[in-house]
């Protein structure tokens, strides 16, 4: 029987619990905004220390039922690290665990199957510029090639060289992935890159040409929107703060056993 790997510190506990309960408002908020797929998919956080262990969905709960106490502590191997009634889906493990392993920054990954998402994953061109939405990607968006159900771990190589150092990435014929520093940067790059695909299955329906901005002024929006710009003449530093503040009063609301 696994023992409790309980942090040691104070501090260390209060940390693991705000990424708990911060990582359980991020489920009830893809919950919230329909990017669910029953109890597929998955989202992660590794937890501080020189053990690499991260936290991930109990397998088989809806995400708007999952609280900070259901979340599994898992290994890089994918074994349970304290006691849990719940499994760890494979797939989840397999996908989550190579890029916890290969990326210090990526602190969350999220993936997602949604309609948008896996409509644009199979589209030969993949993400376009289409929208000032979309331009936050430009240059800045992976590609990983299908290769069945995320079961093999000799996938794993091959999707870290994909994602390589870039924020997200389509999964061909399958949906999207996004890494954060943060949950809350996880969340919110995998909404508006979710919305992209959205706008872009809209606008290519209509069956009429699509027009697209010059490359450069592509390049400067992305700059832009990811903080990377210092030449405009005003600077909006606060955006994503806000925003995530923003939501966390909405997961308030709708949901405020999820720090359970």
């Not at 602190?107 to 289409?130: D, F, I, K």
Request: hydrophobic share 40%; glycine share 4%.
């Amino acid at each position: 029987m696994l023992a409790p790997t309980v942090p040691t510190t104070p501090t260390a506990l209060s940390e693991e619990l705000r990424l708990r309960r911060e990582l359980a408002a991020v489920y009830r908020l893809v919950a919230h905004f329909r990017m669910t797929d029953l109890i597929f998919t998955h989202i992660s956080v590794r937890l501080p220390g020189p053990e690499h262990h991260f936290l991930i969905n109990p397998y088989g709960l809806l995400f708007e039922e999952i609280t900070a106490s259901d979340l599994v502590k898992i290994d890089l191997s994918g074994r349970p690290v304290e006691e849990s009634p719940h499994p760890v889906n494979p797939a989840g493990f397999v996908i989550h665990s190579a890029i916890h392993a290969a990326r210090p920054d990526a602190h969350c990954v999220l993936h997602t199957h949604t309609r948008s998402g896996c409509a644009v994953a199979a589209q030969e061109s993949g993400l376009l510029p289409l929208n000032q939405i979309s331009m936050e990607f430009y240059g800045r968006l992976a590609y990983h090639d299908y290769e069945g159900v995320a079961l093999n771990l000799a996938e794993q190589r091959r999707l870290v060289a994909d994602l390589g150092s870039h924020p997200a990435m389509i999964l061909r014929n399958h949906g999207l992935l996004t890494v954060g520093e943060t949950p809350a940067q996880a969340f919110l790059r995998m909404y508006y890159l979710d919305k992209a695909c959205e706008i872009q299955t809209t606008a290519t329906a209509a069956g009429t040409p699509l027009l697209t901005p010059a490359p450069d002024i592509c390049e400067l929006t992305a700059r832009q929107l990811t903080g990377e710009d210092q030449q405009s003449d005003l600077q909006d530093d606060k955006a994503y703060d806000l925003a995530w503040s923003a939501l966390l009063r909405l997961v308030e609301r709708i949901a405020p056993d999820y720090k359970d």
